[in-house]
Antibody, heavy 118, light 108 residues
Framework: EVQLVQSGPEVKKPGESLKISCKGS????????IGWVRQMPGKGLEWMGV????????RYSPSFQGQVIISVDKSISVVYLQWSSLKASDTARYYC???????????WGQGTLVTVSS | DVQMTQSPSSLSASVGDSVTITCQAS??????LNWYQQKPGKAPQILIY???NLETGVPSRFSGSGSGTHFTLTISNLQPEDIATYSC??????????FGQGTKVEIK
């Protein structure tokens, strides 16, 4: 069974760094793109970027380029999303999702709630 | 970047009604368009891929159509369990995939 399991909720202060994770299981982790999607409170879905675990090829939506870093540790089947300096506007739920061969996001993690507040 | 304009932002309909949600792309994306359903407190789930292909296990009252810049999602015979937010997503050009703003569907 394909599963994406994300790390737990985080409460951080502005300016702090953060790295959240998404662990894949039940499939060949190296061969499927995994992306990150932001959902701010009460708002719609926003595409952030994607990584191919096989060669660590990471690509970003222009809106998020330079704001976050997507990385992978394929030895443990985990994809990461990290910030170096959080802002209050980063408060959101973040989902990881696996891209299928046909281009859609067929499997999703449960989401990680990140709260940034002083 | 391709922009997706989804409408309406919300709608209210009765059980048994047919409802239609529209997504307009800012440029030709062929049929590189997916539809997702997100129930409150849950992760999104794929409904329709490649504009008109029903994902396995999705009820046949859901259907998608369109190509180029204009796409629709239709829910026939609306059911109480269809209360959710529906979002389109274009995937014409990795990594600049984009979502529509979402349509919240409620029951009258």
């Amino acid at each position: 069974e394909v599963q994406l399991v994300q790390s737990g909720p985080e409460v951080k202060k502005p300016g702090e760094s953060l790295k959240i994770s998404c662990k894949g299981s039940g499939y060949n982790f190296d061969t499927y793109w995994i992306g990150w999607v932001r959902q701010m409170p009460g708002k719609g879905l926003e595409w952030m970027g994607v990584i191919f675990p096989g060669d660590s090829d990471a690509r970003y939506s222009p809106s998020f380029q330079g704001q976050v870093i997507i990385s992978v540790d394929k030895s443990i089947s985990v994809v990461y999303l990290q910030w170096s300096s959080l802002k209050a506007s980063d408060t959101a739920r973040y989902y990881c999702a696996r891209r299928s061969r046909w281009g859609y996001l067929g499997y999703w993690g449960q989401g990680t709630l990140v709260t940034v507040s002083s | 970047d391709v922009q997706m304009t989804q409408s309406p932002s919300s709608l209210s309909a009765s059980v048994g009604d047919s409802v239609t949600i529209t997504c307009q792309a800012s440029q030709d994306i062929s049929t590189y368009l997916n539809w997702y359903q997100q129930k409150p407190g849950k992760a999104p789930q794929i409904l329709i891929y490649d504009a008109s292909n029903l994902e396995t296990g999705v009820p046949s009252r859901f259907s998608g159509s369109g190509s180029g810049t204009h796409f629709t999602l239709t829910i026939s015979n609306l059911q109480p369990e269809d209360i959710a937010t529906y979002s389109c997503q274009q995937y014409d050009n990795l990594p600049s995939w984009t979502f529509g703003q979402g349509t919240k569907v409620e029951i009258k």
